[in-house]
Structures are given as structure tokens and as C-alpha cells.
């Protein structure tokens, strides 16, 4: 039977349908959610005491969640006019290198432009629904730092979103690259550079933006170590250099940039170049991220110590934190060398 719609209020509304038990029944239905139930009342007045009884708790809730907002306009005036993009700016005043790059690029992003100019003291969670929905992974990650920063500085009363309700980010299926793939992919690249770029992610396991810009001065023959600061975390890494890394290295330059054109070339064409050649030899879930993953991996079969592993990778270690706080310089064995078995770790 075709129902009636008789009163529609706030969250809840009410109307007449069907038969139950020789008659029309009253039923209310969710406006948010599109859950409805039976009333089980024929009569109007019970039906609209009950939908007035649903709706006051929401029509509070609004109240007062308005009234909060005033007072904190009013405790703190620049509240009123503070944008997202004031956050966004703010937040990027504490971010370095590659870090500030990709979060200024990920906030410029046109999902971020559905909150841009909205007052942070203002915002409700249908507002980041439309960032969330515009964009993906990315947008769902560098939108939690931004909610989160500007929970941090007091901008927000409570959270727009509360953490369980957040969208899972779903991260694509990338592994370690094996050696028969990197033998194919040195097999086929042409440029020379970029051969030997691909061989020394292979043999460091570095960050490709770290690997990219090494220096010549980085390398120290007379120690036998190469050396560099990772760019994300500036942490040192200190290796010895094995003779297979040995042979790659003296047939680059001696001075400067050890790959002159990819140290100026965007992380994201680097990886780009690198995708093509994988997508023409049919290698697929592998980015140049999968060097670092297959270094962990080769170390951990090769029993090399979780704690160098951790310095190699650019991760925190205690015991190499605290041998540092004693001035001291810790030398990581060579990977190369810890596969073959004769390698032991230095200290000086």
C-alpha cells in the first residue's frame, strides 16, 4: 500500500502504513540512517509523542555543540577566520626536505579543495566525507595528519572523525625484488647511469632519493666505507664497501654526483622510468622501494645483525644510538661479504 507522509522533523519522521492486526499502523524511520520500526500505535498523538522524544536529544546535541563553538570563537577570536589551509601552512613550517615537498603537493591536491577555505571551528565530518571520497590512499592519510595536527594545537574541540571511523587505507601488494628480476632489468636498461643506479640500490638498499644524489666525497677508500644522511630522517648510515661495490663505484665519477642526471630528476619520474621497465619485461608489484625490502630480506638470511640492518635502512637502533653517544664510530659490515661468510663487524 502506498504510505502516507505525515510529519517530518530534525533526524526522525513518522508515518502511517500498512495493516496490523485489521488496521494502519504508525512507523518512524531514520532520516540519517534509513532504519525504520513499527510504532505499533494507531494513534497520531501517541506517534508524535514518541517522534518528539526522538528528535529532542538531537536538537540538544546541536545546541550545544553550537554553544561550545561560540565560546571557543569567543575565547580565542582568530579561531573565527583560521582555515584548513591555515593548518595546512602551519603544519608544513615543521617539515623538511622531501617531507615538506610531499605534503605541500598532497595538500595542493584538488580532493584537499572541498575544506581549503572551511573555518577549522566549523567543520563536520560530511565535510572530510568529500575530501575522503575525492581522493584515496593519499588523501586518507595526509587528511588524518592535518585532523590530528590541529587536535594537537587546540583548534578542534573534539575529533571531526572519531579514529575507528576512519577508512582503512589500503596499501597495493609491493614485495622485494628478486635477483633473476634485477639481473633482467640491468640485462635490458641501455643507459649507463641508470644501470648503475639500479646496482647500487641493489648493494645499499637505500632510499632511491638517498641512492640518487650520493656523492663522490661520500665514499671514504681509505676506510673502505660509503657514507650518507638519510634525507627523511638525517640519520647517518655508515657501510663497508665490498669488492663487488668496489668495482661499481670506481667506474663512476670521482668527483661530485655520482649520477649527475638522476640526482636532479623528480622522485616521482625516477620511479616512473623504473615502472616502464618492469611493466616491459611483464615484473609486476615491484617499485624501486622493493630494493629495500629485498636488502632486509637478503640480510636476514644472511644473519646479518638486526641492529646493523636497522642502521643500514635508515632505521632507529638503541645500541648504535648509544655507541654514538660515545663518540663512537660504528662500521657496517659489508651485506656482500656477510653472504659469503668472512666478514666481521668494526668498530674504531
Known sequence: MKNTHIIMSNRYRIYIRGKHSGGKVWWIEDNQTGER?????????????????RNRPCELAAHHAQIARTHLLLSNPQ????????????????????????WERACSSKPFSHIRNLIVANTNSDDFNKVLNAGGNSA?????????????????????????????????????????????????EQNP????????????????????????????????????????????????????????????????????????????DRATEFKQRCKGLNIENVTLHSYRYAWAERA???????????????????????????NADVLLPSLENYQRGNAQPQNN
Not at 648503475?196 to 640500490?201: G, L, Q
Not at 636476514?300 to 636497522?310: D, I, T, V
Open 79 to 102: 579561531d573565527a577566520n583560521r582555515t584548513w589551509q591555515y593548518v595546512m601552512d602551519a603544519a608544513a613550517v615543521k617539515k623538511t626536505g622531501n617531507t615538506k615537498i610531499r
Open 193 to 268: 647511469e641508470r644501470k648503475a643506479f639500479y646496482e647500487i640500490c641493489w648493494h645499499l638498499g637505500g632510499a632511491q632519493s638517498d641512492m640518487a644524489k650520493l656523492k663522490a666525497e661520500d665514499i671514504d677508500w681509505q676506510r673502505r666505507t660509503i657514507s650518507y644522511n638519510r634525507q627523511k630522517t638525517g640519520k647517518p648510515s655508515i657501510l663497508v664497501i665490498g669488492s663487488e661495490l668496489e668495482k661499481l663505484l670506481r667506474s663512476l665519477p670521482a668527483t661530485g654526483n655520482l649520477f649527475p642526471y638522476l640526482a636532479g630528476v623528480r622522485e616521482a
Open 300 to 326: 636476514q638470511a644472511a644473519g646479518y645483525p638486526e641492529r646493523y640492518a636497522q642502521k643500514a635502512l635508515g632505521h632507529g637502533s638503541k645500541a648504535v644510538a648509544r655507541a654514538y653517544a660515545r
Open 37 to 53: 520500526e513499527s510504532l505499533r500505535t494507531k494513534n497520531k498523538q501517541d506517534a508524535q509523542a514518541i517522534l518528539l522524544l
Open 140 to 188: 586518507n592519510m595526509y587528511l588524518r595528519r592535518l585532523h590530528n595536527y590541529a587536535l594537537d594545537m587546540n583548534w578542534l574541540l573534539a575529533p571531526i572523525i572519531a579514529k575507528r571511523a576512519w577508512p582503512k587505507v589500503k596499501h597495493a601488494n609491493k614485495r622485494a625484488i628478486t635477483l633473476a628480476e634485477h639481473l633482467r632489468i640491468l640485462e635490458r
